[in-house]
């Protein structure tokens, strides 16, 4: 087996790392702000950080998971903006990826091209009383049904958050 990655690999590695340290460099006085910069999102967008591993039908680059995984690294390595490689990572991993695994053909066409794009941005939240944040201490369960629908033996919690982009300042 070769373990080399590519060149076309190491050239990704190297694009994404100049990104981010052309960009992001010195990135941590945003923190100050204590806001989303939508335009630092855009940079990376551009670039197509919010595709990698989004199949090319839906707008993304279609790259493997490895090679997803080897850019990300880069761009975190020279952003010092931790916040904006959390929210990529983020995105493209707990939001994106479960869609292009999971989803049906409908829900793909319909999210897909604006969240490979950057346009929309995904978002993951999981909650219980008693687990927290912590993924491994969640208990609830969904169980099909003979009717083929889920029920679950616990009370759901949800959490909803406006766009940053949104002018609305209405919350639920």
């Not at 707990?94 to 091209?113: F, N, Q, R, S, T």
Request: aromatic share 8%; with cysteine; glycine share 8%.
């Amino acid at each position: 087996m070769d373990f080399q990655w590519s060149d076309s690999q190491d050239e990704l590695y190297r694009r994404a790392l100049e990104l981010a340290q052309r960009h992001f460099a010195g990135a941590s006085r945003v923190w100050a702000d204590h806001a989303f910069d939508r335009g630092h999102w855009d940079i990376c967008a551009e670039f197509g950080l919010m595709g990698l591993c989004v199949p090319e039908a839906y707008g993304g680059l279609g790259l493997d998971a490895l090679t997803t995984a080897r850019v990300v690294e880069a761009f975190g390595r020279g952003c010092e903006d931790t916040g904006l490689v959390f929210s990529a990572a983020a995105h493209l991993f707990a939001a994106v990826m479960p869609i292009v695994e999971y989803g049906d053909e409908a829900l793909k066409a319909a999210l897909l091209p604006a969240l490979a794009r950057g346009a929309a941005i995904g978002a993951n939240a999981i909650t219980e009383g008693e687990a927290g944040s912590d993924a491994f201490a969640l208990r609830t369960e969904a169980r099909r049904e003979e009717n083929s629908t889920y029920s679950t033996a616990r009370r759901a919690t949800s959490a909803t958050a406006r766009s940053p982009t949104s002018s609305s300042s209405t919350r639920r």
